[in-house]
């Protein structure tokens, strides 16, 4: 787990800086492995990141991409319905 904790983080690290972002939530089927895999992913960015971020796995699970669809096509909707 420290392996792929290491890589992920590193990846990570990289987005974060360019970012500069307080929180990272991780989602999709990667949120199911919990504290087992944030916990290492966390200590490895405190040391590949200048400032602390906040690290935590999203409550939406493997959701996330049908609650995001669901929220685009509802805005694209009363968008449209706005401006006509």
């Known amino acids: 787990m420290d392996r792929v904790a290491t890589r ?3 990846g990570l690290a990289a987005l974060l800086l360019v970012l500069d972002p307080g929180q990272v ?3 999709g089927a990667v949120s199911r492995a919990g504290e087992v895999l944030l ?3 966390r200590r490895q960015l405190r040391l590949h990141t200048l ?3 906040t690290v935590q796995a999203s409550v939406l699970g493997e959701q996330a991409v049908a609650y995001g669809a669901v929220r685009h096509a509802l805005d694209a909707a009363q968008e449209r319905m706005t401006a006509g």
Do not use: K, L, S, W
């Open 8 to 10: 992920f983080a590193r």
């Open 51 to 53: 400032v602390p971020v």
């Open 25 to 27: 939530v991780i989602g």
């Open 39 to 41: 916990e290492p992913v």
